[in-house]
């Protein structure tokens, strides 16, 4: 029977830490400031950025808001952008994707200041990761290796396969993983043979956005499952890309959806933000 990875206990232990650091700031006169840029009422999306707003509240983080109507323009996206990298009393930028079709993400991306892109989507900043300088890392991946490593799981040595290879997710996840000096391979679509591939991993992480794709038949004995999908099932239940009660009793450990990696994606942004003031600190 699998240990179950909480990934809400770990979360509130990282944002506990946070708002004690956020504490001193403030206690020295420095307020961390994150501007969240919204464009558009897509329902994710709000939900998403009303987490984080909360989550700044709890730390202590001052949080500016800016949403947008659906029709704004790239044009008018990039003025603001550019006036917030230019804000001194502004630490982290955050644009909520995915933005409105007329827009084109990857160059509002490429228009946020790296040393304010906190959430690390940034081509200076997956370069950084790339070639193991300091920036900043996409939430998600980084909050999956403090999962393994504060439930104490070993990543060294390990046959680490990263199932997607999306630029948020799967090419980062697999980049840290190789950090941690794990032995690590990238599926995707393409792959042929897959369920021979998952087979040999220690430590399975999957994000290809397919509800309950990975059951029994993927899985080692005894694997690590680090699930990073979210959808609703045909009954209306959030599930993730594996099917959880398929391979429970298979492996080790498993993250649950929800409260698996979902709630360490907030958290890890909180840890971007108290960052981006100690490397502009430094």
Known sequence: MANIIDGKIISNEIKEELKSRVQQYKDNGREITLAVVQVGNDPASSVYVGNKKKACEYIGIRSLSYELPENTTEMKLLQLVDELNNRE????????????????????????????????????????????????????????????????????????????????????????LLAENGTVTVCHSKTTNLKEVTKRADILVVAIGKPKFITKDYVKKDAVVIDVGIHRDENNKLCGDVDYEDVFDEVSYITPVPGGVGPMTIAMLMKNCVKSVEQNNK
Request: aromatic content about 2%.
């Open 89 to 176: 009393d502004v630490d982290g930028i955050l644009v909520q994707l995915p933005l409105p079709k007329h827009i084109n993400e990857d160059i509002i991306i490429k228009s946020i200041r790296p040393d304010k892109d906190v959430d690390g989507f940034h081509t200076q900043n997956v370069g950084a990761l790339a070639i193991g300088e300091e920036g900043f890392v996409s939430c998600t991946p980084s909050g999956v290796i403090e999962l393994l490593k504060r439930s104490n799981i070993q990543i060294e040595g390990k046959e680490c396969v990263v199932v997607g290879r999306s630029n948020i997710v799967g090419k980062p996840m697999a980049l840290l």
